[in-house]
């Protein structure tokens, strides 16, 4: 019964080459999250798609397009890979309300996808 | 646009001691939430404690609680009685309380528990 899935937890690859990571939720939320962790262990966030529809896309490099199908799924594809791309990856979810209320906005966080480009 | 500062790179402490992390954070906003996740080895992000900035009562879960003062834009994690699974990095992270927003995080503090 786990509540954010990530597939695959490592993915080691080379330069040049198209991969994916896959998400899943079933918690039931409505906005879905991808974060970027460094090297130094700087975690930042990438996008967000809240019901199917991007809201959030920070100054990300379009090498890497999100693709949501519906709202318990957020894929992040990345087009010729490159060194610079290593870092793990993590989704994560939330439920959204209007304003300041329990337990909303609390992010739930997948395990973490580990890519590694050589 | 928001700004998390955790500017001890690394902490350590004896187990059963308490120990406080301490954050500061930058924005022009009254109402927002602020967080401090613990990341162990396993990598998994776990939400520890929240703090809404409305409420003046500093929140507390267990070992774990906070000083928020709001005035001066700070957001400290005190552990007490520090056992050894609390050794991880620790991150603080602001959010905007309207609709669906991003966590900013700050650089993180790697927690070490020495028996």
């Known amino acids: 019964d786990t509540a954010v899935s990530q597939t695959p937890k490592y993915l080691v690859t080379q330069m040049g080459n198209d991969k994916s990571i896959k998400c899943e939720q079933n918690?039931?939320?409505?906005?879905m999250y991808w974060y970027k962790q460094d090297s130094k262990k700087f975690l930042k966030i990438m996008f967000s798609?809240?019901?199917?529809?991007?809201?959030i896309n920070e100054t990300v490099p379009n090498r890497f397009s999100p693709k949501s199908p519906d709202k318990a799924h957020l894929n992040l594809h990345i087009n010729s890979l490159e060194l610079g791309d290593s870092a793990v990856y993590f989704c994560?979810?939330?439920?959204?309300?209007?304003?300041?209320?329990?337990?909303?906005?609390?992010?739930?966080f997948g395990p973490g996808t580990r890519l590694t480009v050589t | 646009a928001q700004t998390v500062t955790q500017s001890q790179p690394e902490m350590s402490v004896q187990e059963a001691e308490t120990v406080t992390l301490s954050c500061t954070y930058d924005?022009?906003?009254?109402?927002?939430?602020l967080f401090w996740y613990k990341q162990p080895p396993s990598r998994q992000m776990i939400l520890v404690i929240r703090?809404?900035?409305?409420?003046?009562q500093n929140a507390t879960e267990n070992r774990f609680s906070v000083n928020f003062q709001k005035a001066a834009k700070s957001f400290s994690l005190k552990i007490s009685d520090s056992q050894l699974g609390d050794a991880a990095m620790y991150f603080c992270?602001?959010?905007?309380?309207?609709?669906?927003?991003?966590?900013?995080f700050g650089q993180g503090t790697r927690l070490t528990i020495n028996p």
């Open positions: 798609y809240n019901n199917k529809e991007l809201i």
């Open positions: 992270a602001y959010r905007s309380p309207w609709g669906a927003q991003k966590l900013v």
């Open positions: 924005t022009s906003e009254s109402d927002y939430y």
């Open positions: 703090q809404e900035a409305y409420k003046q």
């Open positions: 994560a979810s939330s439920q959204d309300g209007g304003g300041l209320e329990d337990r909303v906005g609390e992010q739930y």
């Open positions: 918690l039931g939320h409505d906005t």
